[in-house]
């Protein structure tokens, strides 16, 4: 690990302190090995690398970062790293039908100037990719879930059952579980 870099800032939202000492404290509780879905590879990446005992599929849909996270964590073990396409509806043939402990969403990107607006979901921001985490994971975490387009996705996301705990770190973590669970 320590072929560590930061090639994600400080163009990226940056992955914070309190956003790891949170993220530890909830996925604590895990058993291992843990088997973690991720949408936007980068500093969340060496994060949940270091956790040990961890085997983690990354996900990203911008073309120019995945090339750099191909860079950053080639030959890196127990991470598989796959470019999805952006659109209302995924559908990622490598992660289709699998199953996960967790799920982090941390893409695609949620900048107001640069976030992409999709058919259905134009207040939203990272709705089809949280969607996709929670038909795959009990359980998935948001990261910026500060953010006022995030804060709308997590609101429909109430709305349609599931259940919403807010983390109130710097840039805001939100866990969103299935239901009752």
Same mark, same amino acid.
């Given at each position: 690990?320590?072929?560590?870099?930061?090639?994600?800032?400080?163009?990226?939202?940056?992955?914070? $302190?309190?956003?790891?000492?949170?993220?530890?404290?909830?996925?604590?509780?895990?058993?291992?090995?843990?088997?973690?879905? $991720?949408?936007?590879?980068?500093?969340?990446?060496?994060?949940?690398?270091?956790? =040990?005992?961890?085997?983690?599929?990354?996900?990203?849909?911008?073309?120019?970062?995945?090339?750099?996270?191909?860079?950053?964590?080639?030959?890196?073990?127990?991470?598989?790293?796959?470019?999805?396409?952006?659109?209302?509806?995924?559908?990622?043939?490598?992660?289709?039908?699998?199953?996960?402990?967790?799920?982090?969403?941390?893409?695609?990107?949620?900048?107001?100037?640069?976030?992409?607006?999709?058919?259905?979901?134009?207040?939203?921001?990272?709705?089809?990719?949280?969607?996709?985490?929670? $038909?795959?994971?009990?359980?998935?975490?948001?990261?910026?879930?500060?953010?006022?387009?995030?804060?709308?996705?997590?609101?429909?996301?109430?709305?349609? =059952?599931?259940?919403?705990?807010?983390?109130?770190?710097?840039?805001?973590?939100?866990?969103?579980?299935?239901?009752?669970?």
């Amino acid at each position: 690990m320590s072929r560590r870099k930061q090639v994600y800032t400080p163009q990226g939202g940056g992955f914070l $302190e309190d956003d790891r000492q949170v993220l530890t404290e909830i996925l604590a509780p895990l058993a291992r090995p843990l088997s973690l879905l $991720e949408f936007g590879p980068g500093q969340s990446t060496w994060f949940f690398l270091g956790l =040990g005992d961890v085997k983690l599929v990354s996900l990203e849909s911008d073309d120019a970062w995945y090339r750099a996270a191909v860079h950053e964590f080639r030959g890196v073990e127990h991470l598989e790293l796959y470019r999805f396409e952006n659109s209302p509806q995924l559908s990622i043939p490598e992660v289709d039908d699998r199953c996960f402990d967790v799920a982090f969403v941390d893409s695609p990107v949620g900048m107001p100037r640069r976030r992409i607006r999709l058919p259905g979901q134009v207040q939203l921001s990272r709705f089809n990719t949280l969607s996709y985490a929670l $038909e795959r994971a009990p359980f998935a975490v948001l990261h910026d879930a500060r953010r006022t387009a995030e804060r709308r996705t997590l609101a429909r996301l109430s709305s349609l =059952g599931f259940c919403v705990e807010f983390h109130g770190t710097r840039r805001g973590l939100a866990v969103v579980r299935k239901g009752n669970s």
